[in-house]
């Protein structure tokens, strides 16, 4: 009986070992490849103007160095710059995704297609339809004479660490190549405003920009954009932007040839430890506003120093979380925001703009350099502070209505320095209450003091450009 167990036992391990055994990639090469393309561009580089002489005139060697560049061409002449990187379609009549980078500045792309059944035997050329370079994306369109092989987009949100992956594409101008690896980590930031990258061990090279990155159905849940690399060669740190943000901005690329975003128009940062202290919330989340200049919210009615907990019924985690919210969030629609303010909930109905119109019309703002004015009134928390006078606005270059406390100097052994305060700030607000006068400043210290909080909420403004700083007050 005991052998016949073991027996069982053993043919059991057995079976699990073969079905956990990696089956080949090849089948899904095979499905996915026809829709992946190669791209290559060229550029036309004016020549190099000026005097080109390699000798002085009348030099015994001027005849030899110019029979040398004659026979090596005149490098007057305009030239063309080539470049490579990858693609995929995503539509039988011949939408094709890279990235931006691919086919910025290009005067003519070409697309080849994967060799096989169906597929065009030569290059087509492409046109841009729309791009947008806060993603790296860029929507092209190809004619072809019979319908093209394709792929979807998958749901990158449902990746978990580890799920395998293939990317796809053209690395070094070698061609079509296929490698593997696992999903290394979700949700990465590298520069910009709207990134989610999917980090990749898969092997991502140069000219693999753009290509599709895959998973074990076949889907596209990324585009390969980076890698992390201090030779410029792979060492299993790629990225590639994750397709839940791509689909939508391929949708309205392909709709508009632009992208529309949508537009809050808060000045915002994230809420720290101490800051949650000073303002009584019961963890460092949401996102802060530190401005309200003319926009959206400022016509719903949000305030700085309102911390944003929830926009259109999601939880607001951050800065960067309500930034990507914002942006994907039709333009026009009016979305309920829910802010902490004074210690309470508030609901605001805000009715939302686009973000693109808003900078093509923003002016840049000019403040004034940092000065240090020698006049000082008071010590509170390591500053040095003086009330604002018509002198001190015009060093600043402030307007003359602008009211508020000037800082002078700074202890550089304080937390106010540590945290980047300098002379030249301006102090307008303290415990989110106006100040203008040091007692009003003295007055707000006194009062935090009392309730029990350990730190003070400080507005200041540097430049124009307004900041929450949260202050422990010590004993």
Do not use: C
């Not at 026809?34 to 580089?45: M, Q, R």
């Not at 509170?380 to 018509?390: H, I, K």
């Amino acid at each position: 009986m005991a052998l016949a167990l073991l027996t069982v036992l053993f043919v059991l391990v057995q079976t699990l070992m073969a079905a956990a055994r990696a089956e080949s990639l090849a089948p899904l090469a095979d499905k996915v490849s026809p829709a992946v393309v190669n791209i290559t561009t060229s550029t036309l580089i004016e020549g190099r103007s000026g005097p080109q002489g390699i000798v002085p005139e009348g030099s015994p060697f001027e005849d030899f160095f110019r029979d040398f560049q004659d026979r090596n061409g005149d490098s007057n002449r305009p030239r063309r710059s080539s470049a490579l990187g990858s693609g995929f379609v995503i539509s039988e009549d011949g939408y094709i995704v890279t990235n931006n980078h691919v086919i910025a500045e290009a005067d003519e792309i070409l697309i080849e297609f994967f060799p096989g059944d169906g597929q065009p035997a030569k290059e087509l050329p492409a046109k841009v339809i729309g791009t947008d370079e806060k993603t790296d994306i860029a929507l092209l369109k190809v004619e072809a004479s019979s319908p093209l092989k394709f792929v979807k987009f998958g749901n990158s949100d449902t990746m978990r660490v580890g799920d395998w992956v293939i990317a796809m594409g053209n690395p070094l101008g070698q061609g079509f190549s296929v490698s593997a690896g696992i999903v290394s980590a979700r949700n990465r930031a590298l520069s910009g405003s709207y990134d989610d990258y999917i980090q990749t061990d898969a092997a991502i090279n140069r000219g693999n920009s753009g290509g599709p990155l895959f998973n074990m159905d076949g889907e596209v849940i990324g585009v390969n954009t980076a890698i992390l690399s201090p030779n410029g060669g792979s060492i299993g740190i790629g990225f590639s932007m994750a397709s839940n943000v791509v689909t939508k901005v391929v949708d309205q690329l392909r709709q508009y040839g632009e992208t529309r975003r949508g537009w809050l128009g808060v000045r915002i940062q994230d809420v720290t430890d101490d800051m949650a202290e000073a303002m009584g919330l019961a963890k460092a989340s949401g996102a802060l506003i530190s401005d309200v200049p003319d926009g959206p919210a400022k016509e719903a009615g949000l305030k700085a120093g309102d911390v944003i907990v929830s926009f259109d019924g999601a939880e607001v985690s951050d800065t960067r979380d309500l930034v990507r919210r914002v942006g994907e969030t039709e333009v026009g629609k009016s979305v309920r925001v829910v802010v902490q303010r004074d210690g309470a909930t508030q609901t605001v109905l805000v009715t939302l703009g686009r973000r693109e119109d808003a900078e093509r019309t923003e002016t840049a703002e000019s403040g004034g350099e940092e000065s240090k004015p020698q006049a000082t009134e008071q010590v509170f928390l390591g500053l040095t502070v003086s009330t604002l006078t018509d002198e001190m606005r015009a060093e600043l270059g402030l307007a003359e209505d602008t009211t508020g406390l000037v800082v002078t100097n700074v202890d550089e052994s304080s937390e106010a320095y540590e945290k980047g305060l300098r002379a030249g700030d301006l102090i307008t607000e303290a415990g989110q209450q106006k100040v203008t006068t040091l007692s009003d400043l003295e007055t707000r210290i006194d009062e935090a003091r009392e309730a029990g909080r350990k730190s003070l909420l400080l507005l200041v403004r540097r430049g124009g450009e307004p900041r929450f700083v949260a202050l422990g007050l010590g004993n």
